[in-house]
């Protein structure tokens, strides 16, 4: 984090800018820290041409980076996705937020009586309370 704050106290007037100029410099792990500290007031002012803008540089983020830079700047274009597409008057609300950034796949299922995804090992749905049956013998 020195680095970022280093980065602040030098930065010009528009952090998009600064973070575009870090990506450019080959340093995306720097440019999506930038890019994710500049989302903050975006979000609080719901300015959502500063979020379409930071969308797109996590986007190019995604594109240039691998492993965890590359995780990290796709969740950055999802959450300024969802804070562009939710009503004016209000921000995302956490549960919205965990549920877009929550695992998925494989090691969930669907609860059949409420729809909310569980683990698959799960007997009871922590949600409504669904029983499964016992498992099947394998």
């Not at 500290?37 to 969308?55: K, N, Y």
């Not at 691998?66 to 700047?73: D, L, N, Q, V, Y």
Request: aromatic residues 6%; positive net charge.
């Amino acid at each position: 984090m020195p680095e970022v704050r280093a980065h602040f106290t030098q930065m010009s007037s528009d952090p998009i800018a600064e973070a575009t100029a870090a990506l450019a410099s080959g340093k995306s792990a720097l440019a999506l820290r930038l890019a994710w500290e500049a989302s903050q007031p975006a979000v609080i002012a719901q300015d959502s041409t500063r979020l379409g803008r930071i969308r797109q540089l996590a986007e190019e983020i995604a594109i240039a980076s691998s492993g965890e830079t590359r995780a990290e700047a796709e969740k950055l274009s999802a959450f300024c996705t969802a804070c562009i597409l939710e009503p004016r008057s209000s921000n995302p609300s956490p549960w919205s937020m965990k549920r877009m950034f929550s695992r998925g796949g494989a090691d969930r299922k669907k609860c059949p009586d409420c729809a909310e995804s569980i683990a698959l090992e799960a007997r009871v749905c922590r949600f409504c309370g669904y029983r499964y049956g016992p498992p099947s013998p394998s």
